[in-house]
């Protein structure tokens, strides 16, 4: 268009050179040149308008790059998040494994022992009711043997028969007897009466608190009735 214009303008001046132009033809290239000088005014506005739309589509496109790349980093640490969220999971998950399988074990320990004691308590009421009887069968048997034949008067003057005193109860020794009879008539821990047994044997009372087999307090409690006679 401006190349146009220009074109226009060297025509006018050319028609003015010649000097023969006519008042028509003048107004016709000064016409013509307004139009051309409104087109190249319209055409550089549209290319303002243009500049401006490119413009603004340049300034749209870093926006979405923009956005885009944020996006993306989000994806990568939401992704990263999960990883580690999983890891953890998975953490979790074979700590809690670990954590039955441990319970497993210890309620199957936790069972056995549970029979174990059922059948010491067994043996013990088995124990118990034997030494009963064996008390009974001593009583009575300790209790005819004392008993006269026939009773007999005291003589005239004569002071009367002393009391026979009850034996006193032997203490036990702990060189020889067995963990439930330690327990029985002791009144030990069946873990403190094994202990005792495990070792054997004692030269004096004093080590079972010396070599840590019973606490003193339960030595204490004992002492009186124990003996570690060969």
């Not at 790349?69 to 999983?86: M, V």
């Not at 319970?103 to 029979?115: D, V």
Request: aromatic letters at 4%.
């Amino acid at each position: 268009m401006r190349r146009e214009w220009m074109m226009s303008v060297i025509l006018v001046g050319a028609i003015l050179a010649s000097g023969c132009v006519t008042t028509k033809k003048y107004e016709d290239a000064v016409a013509e040149a307004d139009a051309v000088k409104m087109e190249l005014e319209k055409t550089r506005q549209q290319k303002n308008v243009m500049e401006q739309q490119v413009k603004t589509l340049k300034d749209l496109n870093a926006k979405i790059g923009n956005e885009a790349q944020a996006a993306r980093d989000e994806l990568q640490r939401i992704e990263h998040g999960r990883d580690k969220e999983r890891a953890a999971i998975d953490a979790r998950t074979k700590e809690l494994e670990d954590k039955v399988k441990a319970l497993s074990a210890q309620n199957k320990n936790l069972r056995a022992e549970y029979e174990d004691v059922k059948r010491h308590n067994e043996t013990l009421k088995s124990l118990v009711a034997r030494y009963q009887k064996e008390l009974k069968d001593q009583s009575r048997s300790g209790a005819a043997s004392l008993t006269p034949s026939s009773p007999l008067a005291p003589l005239p003057g004569s002071a009367p028969a002393p009391a026979v005193p009850a034996p006193a109860s032997a203490a036990m020794n702990v060189n020889k007897a067995s963990a439930g009879d330690l327990v029985l008539f002791l009144g030990l821990k069946k873990e403190e009466a094994d202990r005792i047994v495990a070792n054997r044997p004692y030269r004096v009372k004093g080590e079972l608190v010396a070599r840590n087999v019973v606490p003193k307090e339960t030595f204490d409690m004992i002492k009186d009735r124990i003996s570690v006679s060969p």
